[in-house]
């Protein structure tokens, strides 16, 4: 590999490198993306038989303040933008199915919440939405909802919403100052939830255009083994092939990752604090069908179980074959559930028993089954006992982190966003 010398290092081609190299290339700096397998990390969109399986539903939480449409804005991409309907979102309450208190009409028609509690939960929305909550970093949602009084089945509902957003099944742990912020922007908005036209690969294929046309280098299949510090300054990228040197360098790598990465340098131990922390797993079981199997809803949530479906192929027709369907059904999981391996198949067969009592007949439609047992949706689980990376460590003043494990706004994908959104905006003001 021939020697060359960058503006800005970018390690790591998931949503926050890529999305960072097109913003940085788009304002004139010669970067260089280093990722060690395929671009998208685990924004990926696997193409079996036909069918475009996306790991995750790809659904941008309140996109009209979303970063991602910062980014859209700021860089021309062009995104598909599919939303999602609130009218046909479901609970199932084991015995009964009723709506997803997600607007008016749902809170009106929802038989989650009953008369005096439904008042009470729309004045617990326009508190939050009027910061007149905005709970305590030392207080778990749980414990300020006791704290406030709020009724039982107010709390319950908060609790189920929070576990729905937050892919967890102890929505009560997550910190109340998280929780306010995250509603409130969910709350203001007028597009909860929108999926993209042609999956992350759609996504994925924007940014790189953008990288291209600003002549930024991407280097693929090329993992990085080490950085090269000198005093207080990272000085290189150390790959197989070479070193690649550059003025400044964000690592979009997970924790886990990035402390082999910076072995032997001042980080190593602040970083390890950040690998050891829980991710929040989930158990993945998507099905391709060969028929439509035409229900009056496109989104379930088991309140029970923690299990939610999407008919993602109803908002994104591009990702089945003609007349096909692609179902996709995730199932939270404790902690302890993931050495457990009859606990994990147990949650595998809760997920099959929810397409048979919803989509009956899927099995004999069935093409192809996709089941990840181990998928990890936030690098960092936020809880009260864990926290997210800063974006820059005093150490190393030309270092910048980004990714789902950092702090930034929102949850998911929406964290590797504005974490790279912010730190490339600080190295474009250096
Ligand atoms: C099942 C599932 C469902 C999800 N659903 C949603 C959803 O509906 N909405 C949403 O917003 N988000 C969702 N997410 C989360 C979303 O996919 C992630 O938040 C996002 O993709 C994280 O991107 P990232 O760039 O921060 O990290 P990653 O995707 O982890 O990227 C890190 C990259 O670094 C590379 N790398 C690692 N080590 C090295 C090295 N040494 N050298 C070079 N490269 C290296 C990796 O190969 C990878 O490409 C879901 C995730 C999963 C798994």
Redesign the pocket.
Known sequence: MATNHYDVVI???????LSAAAYLSSRGKKIAL????AL????VTLKIKGFNFN???????SRDTSVLRTFEKELDLHIDWQDFNPNKAKYDLGDALTDVPANLQGLFRTKVLKGLDKVMFTFEVLKTMLKMETGHPHLSIQKWMEKKHVSEDVQEMMLTLASSNFFTREPEKIPSDVFFQYYRRLFTTNKPVAYIGGGWQALIDEFVRVIEQNNGTILTK????SLRVEDDRVVAAVTAEGEITGDEFIS???PK?MVK?FKDTKLEHAISQYASYDPTY?V?YDVGLKNRIDVPYTYIYDKQNNIFITDISYYDTTCVPEGGQLLQA?AYINQSDLGNKENIEQRKAEIEQLYDKHFPGWREELVVPRV?TR?????IKWTMTQKPMPTFLPDYRNLFFA??WCEGQGQ?????FSSAYQVSNLILEK
Do not use: W
């Open positions: 390690v790591g081609g998931g949503l926050a490198g280093l990722e060690r397998g998208g990390g685990r924004a790991f995750g539903a790809h659904a941008i939480y090329t993992k990085v083994e979009c790598i997970p990752e990465v989930v993945v995730t990840s998928a990890v949706v936030q690098e990714g789902d998911l994908s929406e964290l590797s």
